[in-house]
């Protein structure tokens, strides 16, 4: 089935770690979104991607990073840098070159830093 | 820039009653706007979306919504919930013909739907 994969489900880090969630998606889409969800704080945008090689800040950049070496896969570096990590992290996928296109959700995963 | 305001955090209903989930926006440029649903744990799916056109938009699961131009509004509504409509629902915007699907979510409402 087509779809987004995000690993692991469910990731504690220990303080002063940099810690990378897995993305991949067969659903051949060009662009790519990583957003990051607090309860009461809706999501917010951290890195966006829209084609291979080439990606963007979103609101919320400080503290990530992002790579975009193969169409199918956009995997997010949470930095030692980044002062509040533990949230809910969501992939994403679309096309491109239309208008109003459906952005499609991985399940997403959980950080925790103990 | 756009934003999404949905007031209320929470809507507790009881099983079979209608609901209305409410969602304003603001934005200086027409917009997209989107209605998606997220079940615990789990990733956003999207409940429906309107582009132009028809101002009523139906979507999964038996809700539609109503695009207001004049009060910025993008309201989800259901004549007759169920249990299973439990779950948070975000209301989304993105700017009309821009060159990426930048969303820009609201804050969320909890549907509670009680037997």
């Known amino acids: 089935d087509g779809g987004i994969t995000q690993s692991p489900k469910y990731l504690f880090r220990k303080e002063g770690q940099n810690v990378t969630l897995s993305c991949e998606q067969n659903?051949?889409?060009?662009?790519m979104y990583w957003y990051r969800q607090d309860p009461g704080q809706g999501l917010r945008l951290i890195y966006y991607?829209?084609?291979?090689?080439?990606?963007q800040k979103g609101d919320i950049a400080e503290g990530y990073s992002v790579s975009r070496e193969k169409k199918e896969s956009f995997p997010l570096t949470v930095t030692s840098a980044q002062k509040n990590p533990t949230a809910f992290y969501l992939c994403?996928?679309?096309?491109?070159?239309?208008?109003?296109?459906?952005?499609?959700f991985g399940e997403g995963s959980w950080l925790t830093v103990v | 820039a756009q934003s999404v305001t949905q007031l209320d955090s929470q809507v507790p209903v009881f099983e079979e009653a209608p609901v209305e989930l409410r969602c304003n926006y603001s934005?200086?440029?027409?917009?997209?706007l989107f209605w998606y649903v997220q079940y615990p744990n789990q990733g956003l799916q999207l409940l429906l979306k309107y582009l132009s056109g028809s101002t009523l938009v139906k979507g999964i699961n038996g809700f539609e919504a109503e695009f207001n131009k004049s009060q910025t509004s993008f309201h989800l509504r259901k004549p007759s919930v169920h249990i299973s409509d439990t779950a948070e629902y975000f209301c989304?915007?993105?700017?009309?013909?821009?060159?990426?699907?930048?969303?820009?979510f609201g804050t969320g409402t909890l549907l509670a739907v009680q037997p």
């Open positions: 659903l051949n889409h060009d662009a």
């Open positions: 994403a996928s679309s096309t491109t070159g239309g208008t109003g296109n459906t952005i499609y």
């Open positions: 989304a915007v993105s700017r009309y013909g821009g060159a990426t699907n930048k969303l820009i």
């Open positions: 934005s200086s440029v027409s917009v997209y």
């Open positions: 991607s829209q084609i291979v090689n080439d990606f």
